[in-house]
């Protein structure tokens, strides 16, 4: 008598829809991720056009529609200093995207819990000696901080260039007006502080940490408003002409404000990365 058939035993499904379903909570992280970050750069952009909006209407009454003119001048050679400086190499290197983004992620976080653990029981860890491996994590964000230097070397002899430029073809009218020389060197000063936070901007892009990124640039952006009414409505009261410079110390402190929240807060996440934020040599075998 035949023995009856066995029913097949079923086999693990490995088509590569079980490989997409496995790599989801992955993408869905990240779309959540980007569109969080998305929400908080739109909040912080409304947001600062609100609080420019009610500024200039309280340095109306303080200030000659003059004074508002030579402003918007010394605020276009900011801008544009910066644009050249550094907004093409913004977009580069956030096309520079992660090689193997889920293991890399994984890695890193392993790396952070392990040195976590040795600097509860043997201090902070050790500093960064010799050149870094191009193919781990922080070799990639090592990367990314080298090419941000360029920013730099670009931007402060452009800075120096085109603030020579606008000085000697400025009007008599605009050279004669109070502190104006004065107000040109700090509005150079200011845009050698925000190119001096580039390193740190571009980690803060490439890890996306947007909601660092909208805290430092709202504080910032207080800071720039709060400055400069100060500034003008003192110089009001006491009946002093002060030109344009309650507008150049405004942007001198918003670049200040940058700069420094912006390393203190990307400072510890290079220790925990092992990365810095100085350029270094990279191993690229």
């Given at each position: 008598m035949a023995k009856p058939a066995k029913p097949p035993t079923p086999q693990p499904n490995t088509s590569p829809q079980n490989h997409d379903t496995a790599k989801s909570p992955t993408s869905s992280t990240l779309l959540s991720t980007s569109a969080q970050g998305a929400t908080f750069l739109i909040l912080l952009q409304l947001g600062s056009r609100l609080l420019t909006f009610g500024v200039n209407q309280v340095l109306l009454r303080y200030l000659s529609p003059e004074h508002l003119g030579i402003?918007?001048?010394?605020?276009?050679?900011?801008?544009?200093?910066?644009?050249?400086?550094?907004?093409?190499?913004?977009?580069?290197?956030?096309r520079q995207g992660r090689s193997e983004g889920g293991e890399r992620k994984?890695?890193?976080?392993?790396?952070?819990?392990k040195k976590k653990k040795k600097g509860r029981t043997g201090g902070d860890p050790p500093?960064?000696?010799g050149p870094i491996d191009a193919d781990t994590p922080a070799g990639e964000i090592q990367t990314v901080v080298n090419l941000s230097y360029f920013s730099i070397y670009l931007g402060v002899p452009l800075a120096f260039l085109l603030g020579h430029l606008y000085a000697r073809a400025a009007s008599p009218q605009v050279l004669q007006m109070p502190y104006f020389r004065e107000s040109l060197d700090l509005y150079g000063v200011a845009i050698v502080f925000e190119l001096l936070t580039e390193p740190a901007f571009v980690v803060v892009q490439h890890k996306m940490?947007?909601?660092?990124?909208?805290?430092?640039?709202?504080?910032?952006?207080?800071?720039?408003?709060?400055?400069?009414?100060?500034?003008?409505?003192?110089a009001g009261v006491a009946r002093e002409d002060a030109g344009v410079l309650p507008f150049a110390i405004g942007h001198w402190a918003y670049a200040s404000a940058l700069f420094f929240m912006y390393y203190w807060r990307v400072w510890g996440v290079s220790v925990e990365g092992g990365f810095s934020l100085i350029s270094m040599s990279i191993d690229s075998k």
């Open positions: 402003s918007a001048q010394l605020d276009l050679y900011l801008i544009t200093v910066l644009y050249f400086a550094r907004e093409s190499l913004r977009v580069a290197l956030q994984e890695e890193e976080e392993k790396k952070k819990k500093p960064l000696k940490l947007y909601t660092t990124r909208a805290m430092v640039e709202s504080v910032a952006t207080v800071v720039r408003c709060v400055v400069t009414c100060t500034m003008a409505v003192l």
